[in-house]
């Protein structure tokens, strides 16, 4: 079973910017994928970002692209979510995700192509 850790969380103002870290016990799988979701009270669960770990492949929901930024330390094993000029709408509670790439394209926002979850992380922007 793998644990992921979620911190960085918090409450910022619209504009600003916030840095969640996602910290993995191991890396279970080949092909090892890593991601952040959210989800806002009354919404579903949906995709914000993935990485491909050890390769060069991101993908993002299109409301953070340009904005937020995923990325990943190997030796870490560790994947960060840097968001930039937040909005009051990316206010939910973040999930980071892991599990093998046994998706393709659009897939990697799917709930269910991802096998472990953290526990999550707050983050609010007023």
């Known amino acids: 079973h793998v644990q992921l850790v979620e911190s960085g969380g918090g409450s910022v103002q619209a504009g600003g910017s916030l840095r969640l870290s996602c910290a993995a016990s191991?890396?279970?799988?080949?092909?090892?994928?890593m991601a952040w979701f959210r989800q806002a009270p009354g919404n579903e669960r949906e995709g914000v970002a993935a990485?491909?770990?050890?390769?060069?492949?991101?993908y993002y929901a299109d409301s953070v692209k340009d904005r937020f930024t995923i990325s990943e330390d190997n030796a870490k094993k560790a994947v960060y979510l840097q968001m930039n000029a937040l909005k009051p709408e990316d206010t939910a509670m973040y999930y980071c995700?892991?599990?093998?790439?046994?998706?393709?394209?659009?897939?990697?926002?799917?709930?269910?192509?991802?096998?472990?979850w953290g526990r999550g992380t707050q983050v609010t922007v007023s």
């Open positions: 191991k890396y279970r799988y080949t092909s090892y994928c």
């Open positions: 990485i491909y770990i050890g390769g060069d492949s991101t």
């Open positions: 995700a892991a599990g093998p790439r046994t998706w393709s394209g659009s897939a990697w926002a799917y709930n269910d192509n991802w096998r472990d």
